[in-house]
């Protein structure tokens, strides 16, 4: 009998363990309507595989983040993403990386990763770091220096500002090989075609020359 138990727990947690890990796959694209007829459609949610036997050594090697990117904007900061775009063996690995450069002041404005957690690690500089929780919106900050590291987790609101009188610099891991990024004043604003003035009167209850002023400002040249 205590051989029958312990077969039945067994089978029972075998079938509980099987229900739990059955689920679908972390989407790496915004969105995919689905077709009927295989031969419209297109490979997505990862790339085509190359023969391992083609394989070398640069498929798993990206250079060039020795060097700052270029923060002369309006937000004064500039951020190099190396995804599965730039490192082809990072594949079905769920993992990408970004250098995350600042001047004097410099913004990385209030975003969203909508299929990765950010991990930063502050390499010079002083960053005031946040994100914002989902309904209540509770606020969570810091003020990160040289060696602090802090999480945001995976598709809430965040931001970095520098606060120093000099440059900053930090490098960040996200857990997707292609995390995406929404920013959120050029989505709200900026985004083609635009959003109804109506829409974004009433929801930031702002004036018409307001949402106007911000549409032409953020739509892209």
């Not at 989407?27 to 391992?52: E, H, R, T, W, Y």
């Not at 900061?77 to 594949?91: F, H, I, M, P, W």
């Not at 987790?153 to 000099?166: A, R």
Request: glycine content about 8%; charged content about 15%; hydrophobic content about 45%.
């Amino acid at each position: 009998m205590k051989a029958v138990s312990f077969l039945a727990t067994m089978a029972i947690l075998a079938l509980a363990s099987s229900i739990a890990s059955a689920y679908d796959p972390s989407p790496l694209q915004d969105f995919c309507v689905a077709i009927n007829d295989i031969k419209s459609g297109v490979f997505v949610n990862g790339k085509f595989c190359k023969d391992p036997a083609m394989v070398s050594a640069n498929d798993f090697s990206f250079s060039g983040l020795n060097i700052p990117g270029n923060t002369g904007n309006k937000v004064g900061s500039n951020v190099t993403l190396v995804n599965v775009d730039k490192l082809a063996g990072l594949n079905t690995l769920g993992i990408s990386l970004a250098r995350l450069d600042f001047a004097p002041y410099g913004l990385n404005p209030p975003h969203t990763h909508p299929r990765g957690t950010e991990l930063l690690v502050v390499i010079e500089g002083t960053l005031l770091v946040g994100f914002v929780t989902s309904n209540p919106n509770k606020l969570f900050t810091k003020v990160l220096n040289k060696g602090d590291v802090f999480v945001f987790p995976i598709g809430l609101i965040h931001f970095q500002f520098n606060i120093g009188k000099t440059d900053a610099l930090a490098f960040a891991g996200l857990s997707s090989q292609n995390p995406g990024v929404i920013t959120i004043a050029n989505a709200v604003f900026g985004s083609v075609p635009p959003i109804n003035p109506d829409v974004l009167i009433k929801a930031f209850q702002l004036d018409k020359g307001v949402v106007e002023y911000l549409q032409k400002a953020f739509t892209p040249k």
